[in-house]
């Protein structure tokens, strides 16, 4: 199944955000696609604000540190992998561990690590003329999510 949303405005981006974060649970893997400047890191922040990340809480892009963490209705990470170029390091970020104790990863440009991220994703992929998202699932939990999604 393939769900394509447009967003042509940043409340849009947030409606969908909402909708999204309601269905996430512990151990969620969501991968964030799509060209720079398409809204990756603007869909990370509005999922954890929806998830509780309050407005004292600063949700920068993760370019430079590759993880944030986050404690809200869930604990998640946000990570951004471009800058990444080997599984391996992947593997010494720790998000696999922290998934599976339970985290959930948001994780752009992550789609091509996510063997190692312990797969079963989905992946939002933006685009930006027109802006857009297309969700896909890659397994069980992450279908359930997208179901869920397009009901
Ligand atoms: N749905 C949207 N409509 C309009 N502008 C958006 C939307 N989503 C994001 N933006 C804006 O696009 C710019 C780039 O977004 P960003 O999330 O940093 O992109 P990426 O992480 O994919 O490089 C930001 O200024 C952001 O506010
Ligand atoms: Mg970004």
Redesign the pocket.
Known sequence: MKVVVA????S??IRLARRLAALLAPGDLVLLE?P????????ARALLRALGVGRDTRVT?PTFALVHAYAARLDVRHADLYRVASGHEVDELGLLAARDAGAALLV?WGARFARELGGDALTAT?SLEP?AVALGASGDRSSLVLAGLSS
């Not at 967003?7 to 940043?10: Q, S």
């Not at 720079?36 to 869909?43: D, E, Q, R, S, V």
């Open positions: 967003l042509p405005t940043r849009a981006t799509g720079l400047g398409a809204g990756k890191t603007y869909l892009s752009e933006l802006r």
